[in-house]
C-alpha cells in the first residue's frame, strides 16, 4: 500500500488538480537528466526537468505477482534532450528512472510513483517510445552460475583471469564498404576470426568512447553486428580486443587457460537418449522385436 503525504492528499482532494508527470533519468555514466510533460521547466528534487524534449506518458501498466511490470515513454529527438546517436550509442541503456507526479503550481509538492529502468527503444521516424521496466524485471536475470557446456565467464575477467593485454591491438579505419563493415589497417599480424565476437573500442573520430561488438574478423575486414551511432571516417581510430567463443578448445588452444574454464564441457547433450544401451546387440535399431 502506498503512502501519500498530507499536502498531496490535500490536493488530490481539492475540486481542481494541476498535476503533471516528471522523470528523472540517471545514466550509468553518472549524467543526471530530468523532462516533464509539463509546458514549462520545473525544478523538482533540485533537479532541472525541461519541457522542451516533448517527453510524455506513453502507456503505463502493473502486474501481480512477478510479472514484469512498467510502461512507456513517449518523446521527440532533440538537441536540447535526448539525440539519436546518444540511443543508438547505448548511452541510455539500463538508465534508472524515478517517475514523479507533482503539482507545477507548487514543484514541492510530489509523489514518487515508479523506480524503473529503460529497456527497448524503439525508434519511428524523429520520434522514440523508451520502454521502462519496473523492478520485478531484475527478477529475471540470470544470477549465480547455469549448468551448460560452454564457458559463463566474459574474457578478462575475474573468473576468466586471461591478460587481455596481449590479445588486444589498435587500429585504424582504412574505408567503410558498408555502414556497419570496415576495412581497417591493424598494428601488428593477427590471422583471420581472432577478433570475431570481440570487442571494439573507438579513440578517435566522430564515435570517440563508444563500444561495439565485433560479427567477424577476416583479414582487415571487420563487420560489427550494427552500426556505429555516428558517421566513420578514414583514419578513425580505435581498440580491438579478441573475441573467445566460450568452447573449451579455444579456452585451451588459443588461450592456454583450460584450468580456470567456467563451463562444463563433458555435460551430456540432448543425444544422449537415442544412444544405444553399451554391449546391446543390432537388433536395437528401431525396427519391431517380434519378426
Avoid at 37 to 64: F, I, Q
Avoid at 131 to 140: F, I, P, Q, S
Avoid at 264 to 278: E, L
Avoid at 280 to 289: E, I, M, P, T, V
Wanted: with cysteine.
Amino acid at each position: 500500500m502506498r503512502d501519500i503525504p498530507e499536502a498531496f492528499a490535500a490536493h488530490l482532494a481539492g475540486g481542481v488538480t494541476t498535476l503533471c508527470r516528471c522523470w528523472s533519468l540517471r545514466r550509468r555514466d553518472g549524467t543526471t537528466l530530468g523532462f516533464t510533460d509539463h509546458d514549462r521547466d520545473l525544478t523538482v528534487a533540485g533537479l532541472v526537468h525541461e519541457a522542451r524534449t516533448g517527453l510524455e506518458a506513453a502507456e503505463a501498466s502493473a502486474e501481480l505477482g512477478f510479472a514484469v511490470s512498467g510502461g512507456d515513454v513517449a518523446g521527440a529527438l532533440s538537441s536540447l534532450g535526448l539525440t539519436e546517436a546518444d540511443i543508438a550509442g547505448g548511452l541510455y541503456d539500463g538508465a534508472t528512472v524515478e517517475t514523479w507526479l507533482v503539482d507545477w503550481t507548487h514543484p514541492g509538492t510530489q509523489l514518487l510513483l515508479d523506480l524503473a529502468t529503460i529497456g527497448e527503444i524503439r525508434r519511428e521516424g524523429d520520434a522514440f517510445v523508451a520502454e521502462l521496466r519496473g523492478l520485478t524485471h531484475r527478477l529475471d536475470a540470470e544470477r549465480g552460475r547455469t549448468y551448460r557446456a560452454t564457458c559463463g565467464a566474459a574474457l578478462g575477467d575475474a573468473r576468466c583471469r586471461v591478460d587481455l593485454a596481449p590479445w588486444r591491438t589498435t587500429g585504424r579505419v582504412t574505408g567503410v564498404p558498408e555502414p556497419a563493415t570496415l576495412s581497417v589497417a591493424l598494428a601488428g599480424g593477427f590471422g583471420d576470426g581472432l577478433f570475431t565476437g570481440g570487442r571494439l573500442t573507438w579513440t578517435a573520430g566522430a564515435n570517440a568512447g563508444f563500444s561495439a561488438d565485433l560479427r567477424l574478423q577476416l583479414g582487415a575486414l571487420l563487420e560489427l553486428w550494427s552500426a556505429p551511432p555516428r558517421p566513420v571516417a578514414a583514419g578513425d581510430a580505435f581498440t580491438v580486443t579478441a573475441g573467445c567463443d566460450k568452447r573449451l578448445a579455444t579456452c585451451r588452444d588459443r588461450f592456454a587457460n583450460a584450468v580456470n574454464f567456467q563451463g562444463f564441457p563433458h555435460m551430456p547433450g540432448n543425444d544422449v537418449v537415442m544412444r544405444a544401451v553399451p554391449g546391446s546387440d543390432h537388433a536395437l535399431d528401431g525396427g519391431s522385436l517380434f519378426r
